[in-house]
């Protein structure tokens, strides 16, 4: 394989509730760590695997991974972007590309991990998975009141994981100021163009606890 994969999961989960760090979180028995892991070891193109650990919790997330699939651990940070930044610093000598990917995004099919990865490799410096918006979008002001109806067809909700040439990645994080919450952004600031490919519903973030009541209905109704 040619692609280093880094997975934050360094987050605390305050949206999910109460509990251990989301990325320890159960879903059908196994942390959505060991899910998520175990997807992206499945795709052929990866070569390593650089996970970004709560601080408290590297020991635990080393042996979880153990039997999952050969990774490296390193401590996480504040935000999502120093996690990645530290998972980002971590990666070995050799993959010349790298995608970031949500330790949240635990069904992703390993199919998304390698049609990511391939329109990288194909020529493209920065590639996201993208789904159309199905809801009507309104922009309202503090107090709730509707400015107006946004034209939907131009926009795409972005997930993970999101691919790049390993320097163009390692150049955004160098001159990132204003943390943000996806990698791309970071590039997009560089001036440096970024595509779309088609991403997948499995790919859905769990965030709220209705999403892993989702995810774990999905998994009972087709086990993967
Ligand atoms: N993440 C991280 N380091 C942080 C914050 C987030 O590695 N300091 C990771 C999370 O573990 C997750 C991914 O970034 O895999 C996407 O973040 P999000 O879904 O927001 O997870 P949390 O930050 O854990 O959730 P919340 O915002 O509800 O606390
Ligand atoms: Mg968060």
Same mark, same amino acid.
């Given at each position: 394989? %040619?692609? &280093?994969?880094?997975?934050? #999961?360094?987050?605390?989960?305050?949206?999910?509730?109460?509990?251990?760090?989301?990325?320890?979180?159960?879903?059908?028995?196994?942390?959505?760590?060991?899910? &998520?892991?175990r997807r992206i070891a499945a795709a052929p193109c990866v070569h390593s695997i650089v996970v970004a650990a709560p601080t408290a919790e590297?020991?635990?997330?080393?042996?979880?991974?153990?039997?999952?699939?050969?990774?490296?651990?390193?401590?996480g940070g504040a935000t999502r972007q120093e996690?990645? &930044?530290? #998972?980002?610093?971590?990666?070995?000598?050799?993959p010349g590309i790298v995608l970031v990917h949500d330790a949240a995004r635990a069904l992703t099919p390993p199919e998304l991990v390698e049609?990511?990865?391939?329109?990288?490799?194909?020529?493209?410096? &920065?590639?996201?998975?993208?789904?159309?918006?199905? %809801?009507?979008?309104?922009?309202?002001?503090? %107090? %709730?009141?509707?400015?107006?109806?946004v034209d939907r067809s131009a926009l795409r909700a972005v997930q993970t994981p999101q691919g790049f040439r390993r320097d163009v990645l390692a150049a955004a994080h160098a001159a990132a100021v204003d943390p943000l919450t996806d990698d791309a952004g970071l590039v997009e600031k560089q001036g440096i163009p970024v595509r779309c490919v088609p991403g997948s519903e499995y790919a859905m973030k769990i965030t709220r606890p209705f999403d892993l009541a989702l995810a774990e209905h999905l998994l009972a109704a087709a086990p993967a």
């Open positions: 394989g %040619d692609v &280093a994969v880094l997975v934050p #999961a360094a987050g605390a989960g305050v949206r999910l509730g109460p509990g251990r760090p989301k990325a320890l979180r159960l879903l059908a028995g196994e942390s959505l760590l060991v899910h &998520a892991v590297l020991n635990a997330v080393a042996e979880l991974l153990a039997p999952v699939a050969p990774v490296i651990v390193v401590a996690s990645v &930044a530290a #998972a980002l610093a971590a990666v070995p000598a050799g049609s990511v990865a391939a329109a990288v490799r194909a020529g493209q410096d &920065a590639v996201i998975p993208v789904l159309p918006v199905v %809801d009507t979008i309104k922009e309202v002001s503090a %107090d %709730d009141a509707v400015l107006g109806t």
